[in-house]
Each structure stands twice: as C-alpha cells, then as structure tokens.
C-alpha cells in the first residue's frame, strides 16, 4: 500500500492520486491555497462582513431571525450558537432533527444548550416512512447512511430559511470535514460560497447530487435561496479552547468517551461500514487535514486512526439489531 508522504493518506483514499512526488492531490491543492486558507484575520473579517449583512437583509425583510443553525447536542454545533449569540449579536433559530439516533448525551446537551443560549428553537421531525425509506436506499445504494441525515439538516434548514425570511444558515462542520474532500475550488468555502441546497450538497456527494437532480426521490428545493457558512472555516479555534467556553458559560459535560460523534448512538454502525467499504475509518480524510494544518503530526494521526479501527472492528450484535430495526423500512 502507498502512502501519501505529506499528509498519510493511503492510495484507497477516495478521490486521492499520489503523485510521482510522492504527495497526492488534496496535499497540492492544500499547499497552492495554504496563504489563503490560512489567513484567518482576512476570513474572520469576511465572515463578520456576511454577518452584517445578513442582519441588514434580515432587517429589510421583517425577519425575526437573522441566521439558523442546526443544534445536534454535539460540541460544534452548540458552540457556533454560543458564538453567533454572543460574539457576533445575531438572532438565532435553532432547529434540531430529531433522526431517532440521538443519544442521551445529546438530547441532555440539546436541552442544556437552550436553557443558557435562550435561543427559540424548532424540532423537526420528518415522516417516519419517509426516513426509513431513505435510509434503507442509502444502505443499499452508497453502503452508508449518513448522507440522509446530511441532507435533511440542511433541507430543513432551506426549508426553515425560506419559511421565516431567513438569510443566511451556519453550520458546525470542522475544516476537517469541509477540506478533506479538497482537490479544487468548486464548491469549497471560502473560496465558493453555496446560496442554494443543491450548491451546498456539491460539498457532500460531488456530481452525483446533478444526477439526484430532477430524481423522485430527492427535493433539492430549487426557489430556496439562502446563503450558507461553515463557521469553523472562518475562525481558529482549538477543541479545549472551545470546551473551556462551553463549560465555562453553559455547563457543558464532556463525552466520556474520545472518541468521535458523541451525539450519535449509530456511529459505530457508519465507521463499520466505512471500514468495509473503503478499509479506512470515517476521520481518515479529517486527520490528514490536520496533518496538513500542521495541528497533528503524521504518526499522531495515524495513531488515532488506528484506535478508530481497534474501537469499531466489531459492532456489538445488539447495537446492529437496534440500527436494522431502526433503518428497515416497515411492512
Ligand atoms: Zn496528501
């Protein structure tokens, strides 16, 4: 097996090509946009300047909301809300969606989360037949499933958007998870940003979302405009420097565990299948962004991954019961 020599990728990494090198794709178009991507005065100053602009069109609208942002009980999320709030004075509407994979660490945290931010907020909860019908597609069809739930945040999100004037959506995403996919600009924050829902799932499923296009099975919304901003591409700031804020300001209890999607009680499912399908955990991409934000060093990535493979090797037959039972569609 190969490796890329800059940031550890294997040769199986989906969409990576090692060059003769010996540094692959995602590495070079990191390396050609690095001053950009790193300049975070110059993307906190951009990301302030949408701000303000949300909240003057939000104004011009009679909006009651400047932004919406989805709350997943998770640290990120609950952060970006804190922030909007207080750093950046926004009004915002959370909404959660309620998957049935919520765990109690996150329903506790969703519930906490409110009572400090005192922020209005929506749960929605899309039909039962329809969820099950997705999620069994998506297993057969992409051998994963957490495209369904990526997909309904942000359809909710554009639905909610559209439904209360709202103009811009922020969300959680890490750099990690918005750069691992990185070989050029199109679709990539900062230097396209996605006014629509088809736009913004680009990120997620590339081409495939033009051939979803138009699909029965899909409702890209097409009329629903808003723009949508990853805070976390935009501001630096270090996982302990965001717990400290969350404990400090809203008595945030940490996961006892380390390891990753603390919010999710299917996540064990998706890294087996993950490891099934491409024979690599699901932070595999977001490591090497690390690597290359020099945050982590190669072995220490690669140390993580491995603890990934050894934690998620065997899903225990009860867990597999429970997400079958969950994801089948009903007769
Ligand atoms: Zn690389």
């Known amino acids: 097996m190969r490796y890329c020599e800059t940031c550890g990728l294997p040769e199986t990494y989906k969409g990576i090509q090692i060059g003769e090198d010996g540094t692959c794709n995602f590495c070079k178009f990191y390396e050609k946009h690095q001053a950009r991507l790193r300049d975070y005065d110059a993307l906190e100053a951009f990301f302030a300047s949408r701000a303000e602009a949300a909240k003057e069109e939000a104004k011009r609208r009679g909006s009651r909301f400047d932004c919406i942002v989805g709350l997943s009980g998770g640290k990120d999320s609950t952060y970006v809300i804190h922030q909007l709030r207080k750093k950046y004075g926004m009004r915002v509407l959370a909404f959660t969606l309620d998957n049935g994979f919520s765990t109690k660490f996150g329903t506790d ?135 400290e804020v969350l404990e400090r300001d809203m008595g945030w209890k940490r996961p006892e565990s380390s390891l990753p999607h603390a919010d999710c009680w299917a996540h064990p499912i998706a890294e087996k299948l993950c490891l099934n399908k491409f024979g690599y955990p699901v932070r595999t991409g977001e490591m090497a962004v690390l690597v290359r934000e020099e945050e982590l060093t190669k072995d220490e990535a690669a140390r993580i991954l491995q603890g990934d493979r050894d934690a998620y090797a065997e899903v225990d037959p009860e867990l597999q019961a429970r997400f079958d039972a969950r994801t089948r569609q009903r007769k």
């Open 109 to 243: 945290n969703v519930r906490n989360a409110l009572d400090k931010l005192d922020v209005e907020h929506i749960r929605v909860t899309p039909s039962e037949d329809i969820l099950r019908k997705y999620y069994e597609k998506s297993l057969q069809l992409l051998k994963n499933f957490c495209g369904v739930c990526f997909h309904l945040m942000y359809y909710y999100a554009y639905i909610l958007a559209s439904q209360n004037g709202i103009p811009l959506i922020v969300n959680g995403r890490t750099r990690g998870q918005i750069l691992q996919s990185a070989a050029a600009e199109k679709g990539i924050e900062p230097f396209e940003i996605s006014q629509s829902l088809k736009e913004f799932e680009y990120q997620m499923f590339g081409r495939l979302v033009d051939k979803l296009d138009g699909h029965s099975c899909i409702d890209l919304l097409h009329g629903a405009q808003a723009e949508s901003l990853s805070y976390f591409m935009y501001h630096k700031v270090s996982t302990e420097e965001m717990l």
